[in-house]
């Protein structure tokens, strides 16, 4: 079973840049793509950004040009540099992954708060 474990958000003010740091049990690189959902009050989950295997990388419209999605495979870990937040970026930010063999599995972290202040 992959563990994926979310840190960093929390409090922000509007135009601030936190990073949010998701560490997994294994190896990144053993994943087709591992990336940030998120989850607002009232709003479905969606997708932030997501990284693949082959270093590709994709962006919700609302955040492109203002989040920077990144990997490391020697510390099993992804970042998502968020800069100029907004309070519409306010919500629970997941960290998921997903492995494709014959089926696809996919896993979740349990998520952590990000509340912009304006």
């Known amino acids: 079973q992959v563990h994926l474990v979310e840190s960093g958000g929390g409090l922000v003010q509007a135009g601030g840049s936190p990073i949010l740091t998701c560490t997994a049990s294994?190896?990144?690189?053993?994943?087709?793509?591992i990336g940030w959902y998120r989850q607002a009050p009232g709003k479905q989950r969606e997708l932030v950004a997501e990284?693949?295997?082959?270093?590709?990388?994709d962006y919700v419209d609302s955040v492109k040009g203002r989040f920077i999605i990144s990997r490391d495979n020697a510390k099993n870990t992804v970042t998502l540099q968020m800069n100029t937040l907004k309070p519409e970026d306010t919500a629970v930010y997941y960290c998921?992954?997903?492995?494709?063999?014959?089926?696809?599995?996919?896993?979740w972290g349990q998520g952590t708060q990000v509340t912009v202040s304006s």
């Open positions: 998921y992954a997903w492995i494709r063999i014959f089926t696809t599995k996919v896993f």
């Open positions: 294994e190896s990144t690189a053993s994943f087709n793509g």
């Open positions: 990284i693949r295997r082959e270093g590709t990388t």
